[in-house]
């Protein structure tokens, strides 16, 4: 188990993916955007702060109450976390179909239990989240600020 949290600690070398990664995002944002599957994936829009070019790539979006939430694994230095800040929060989702939304970042002593529900959903970011899925949510007060959580609003409801 060791070795394949190793192995994907190394195909996020520097926090950015690699080759490797960029070919599964690339299924993985096909899969979520075409609503396959029984996961809270979704394919993430935003405008690149750069290129001013649209970027999508896939997440999950993880719920707490009646909101929904995505998570950065790769912490707050991650492009898309840096695209969705300088677009001022607007992206879009896409699953199925495309809705305009807002991210809205949570305070970080908001975010410990939106970051457990998050590790219990999305296996893949348990090498890059130091606390056990299963530990309380008192363990995740420590890594929440260097994992940013965004509030996604302008969904449709029901």
Not at 47 to 57: E, L, N, V
Not at 74 to 96: E, K, M, P, S
Not at 103 to 123: D, G, H, N, T
């Amino acid at each position: 188990m060791q070795f394949l949290y190793g192995l994907k600690r190394w195909i996020y070398r520097g926090d950015r993916p690699g080759p490797v990664v960029r070919l599964l995002n690339r299924y993985w944002r096909r899969k979520y955007a075409a609503a396959h599957g029984r996961t809270g994936g979704v394919t993430l829009c935003v405008r690149g702060r750069s290129s001013g070019k649209t970027i999508a790539f896939p997440v999950m979006m993880v719920s707490s109450g009646d909101k929904w939430y995505v998570v950065s694994m790769l912490g707050a230095h991650a492009n898309w976390v840096r695209n969705v800040r300088a677009a001022d929060g607007r992206a879009a989702i896409r699953r199925g179909r495309t809705f305009d939304v807002r991210l809205c970042e949570i305070a970080v002593e908001s975010r410990p239990p939106i970051l457990k529900k998050y590790l219990q959903a999305a296996p893949g970011a348990r090498p890059h989240i130091p606390v056990d899925p299963e530990a309380p949510v008192s363990h995740f007060e420590r890594i929440a600020a260097d994992h940013p959580v965004f509030e996604v609003t302008g969904l449709p409801t029901g």
